[in-house]
């Protein structure tokens, strides 16, 4: 008879420095996702010592789905994405650029960065809220992540 293991909690780190991003970010997932265990960190240095398991961080665990901010405060998102994707401990991680900017050239870096998406923050509630749905409803239930089962 095959043992059974229980599915692996969907674990998010949200990468960002605005409040209200982060307050419909939360309540999307609560309302509508999958039951993902949700961390916050405000901003690229923290967002290191959090994946890295540093500092306060020491029992952090593994994200199986990072969201990043391109623009915030001490370290920004693409210095956190450049820094992630070359640790090859942390390379694996998903990690969707969810960032008000629409820049082609920002656009064109993050992917160069090997972002594995760039969202741009919908202005409308709704519609950033459904955005977000969608992101954790796609690397929670579709892709089939390392380290998670289902």
């Given at each position: 008879m095959?043992?059974?293991?229980?599915p692996?909690?969907?674990?998010?780190l949200?990468v960002?420095d605005?409040?209200?991003?982060?307050?419909?970010?939360?309540?999307?997932?609560?309302?509508?996702?999958l039951?993902?265990?949700?961390?916050?960190?405000p901003?690229?240095?923290?967002?290191m010592?959090?994946?890295?398991?540093?500092?306060?961080?020491?029992d952090?665990?593994?994200p199986h789905?990072?969201?990043l901010?391109l623009?915030m405060?001490?370290k920004?998102?693409r210095e956190?994405?450049?820094?992630?994707k070359e640790d090859?401990?942390?390379?694996s991680?998903p990690v969707?650029?969810?960032?008000?900017s629409a820049?082609?050239?920002d656009?064109?870096r993050?992917?160069?960065?090997?972002?594995?998406?760039?969202v741009t923050?919908?202005?409308?509630?709704?519609?950033?809220?459904?955005?977000?749905?969608?992101i954790?409803?796609?690397y929670?239930?579709?892709?089939?992540?390392?380290?998670?089962?289902r």
């Amino acid at each position: 008879m095959a043992e059974f293991s229980p599915p692996t909690p969907f674990e998010v780190l949200i990468v960002d420095d605005d409040a209200g991003d982060v307050m419909i970010i939360e309540e999307a997932l609560e309302t509508h996702g999958l039951g993902s265990t949700l961390h916050v960190v405000p901003d690229g240095v923290v967002a290191m010592q959090f994946l890295r398991r540093e500092g306060e961080h020491k029992d952090a665990p593994r994200p199986h789905l990072v969201l990043l901010d391109l623009n915030m405060p001490r370290k920004g998102g693409r210095e956190v994405l450049e820094e992630l994707k070359e640790d090859d401990e942390l390379a694996s991680i998903p990690v969707v650029v969810l960032t008000t900017s629409a820049a082609d050239e920002d656009i064109l870096r993050s992917y160069d960065l090997h972002a594995n998406a760039y969202v741009t923050k919908p202005v409308d509630f709704a519609e950033f809220e459904g955005v977000v749905v969608q992101i954790e409803s796609f690397y929670g239930n579709t892709a089939q992540l390392p380290g998670r089962r289902r």
